[in-house]
């Protein structure tokens, strides 16, 4: 039986590598034994399900299942908001779906928890944290991610005005930056010029989505702050 094994999703595998590389590498840090999908990884449906193409979604779910059952798979741990919440919230919708799924802050948060696990950035950082829609209203994913940047030592966490349920969208998620560019644009530097007024480093937020759609808007407004997704940053601390 595979304990544990790692889910990418398209965004980190394709666009993003960083961040995917980021993550396999602090799970290996930690000395975890876990499983990395890898080329046998399939969509995980969530644009799909977001727009309304339900039955192309499902063709998916149906497809991820019985790979991961016949991976005899227990615990599923992805970087991805979208995939964390598709796979925890829609799959059951839709078919019998009986894995355990964790988004990798709340699996880290645990961890470093129960292990004593300690976190030091190389030199004092301040930093914001944009809360992804799908791990924040989408999961109710709000603390995990804080309880790390919090016991790093070095690292001063400062929050926008809008935060947790009241986090403004960075305008990527849910199939817009696809069918409504410009849209997802502006949602991006509205969500950019909350974080300038704090005088800090980076962001940093915990999806590939977000952290795409904010480095956009970034270079569109010609601003000098920069996102990061947390993977990367622990990545420095450990």
Do not use: W
């Not at 961040?19 to 840090?29: D, E, G, Q, T």
């Not at 309880?147 to 005005?161: G, P, T």
């Not at 305008?171 to 410009?182: F, H, L, N, Q, T």
């Amino acid at each position: 039986m595979t304990e544990l094994a790692y889910y990418a999703g398209c965004t980190a595998a394709y666009r993003l590598q960083n961040i995917a590389k980021s993550s396999v590498r602090i799970l290996k840090s930690l000395g975890v034994d876990f499983k990395i999908i890898g080329d046998d990884e399939v969509c995980c449906g969530s644009v799909l399900f977001n727009m309304g193409l339900i039955d192309e979604g499902v063709e998916l779910a149906n497809k991820n299942n019985e790979l991961f059952k016949d991976m005899s798979l227990r615990t599923l741990v992805t970087e991805c908001a979208g995939c964390a919440k598709t796979f925890r919230k829609v799959y059951p919708e839709h078919l019998d779906f009986r894995i355990n799924i964790l988004h990798l802050t709340e699996y880290l948060d645990r961890f470093l928890k129960q292990n004593n696990f300690e976190l030091s950035h190389k030199f004092p950082v301040r930093v914001t944290y944009h809360d992804p829609c799908h791990l924040g209203r989408g999961l109710g994913i709000y603390e995990p991610p804080r309880n790390i940047l919090k016991s790093i030592k070095n690292v001063e966490l400062v929050e926008m005005s809008r935060n947790k349920e009241r986090s403004r969208c960075c305008g990527a998620g849910g199939g817009v930056k696809a069918s409504y560019p410009e849209t997802a644009q502006e949602l991006g530097i509205q969500r950019l010029k909350d974080a300038e007024k704090l005088d800090v480093d980076m962001i940093l937020t915990a999806c590939p989505f977000c952290t795409r759609n904010l480095n956009d808007a970034s270079e569109l407004c010609g601003s000098e702050l920069k996102t990061r997704d947390l993977s990367e940053f622990l990545v420095d601390c450990i």
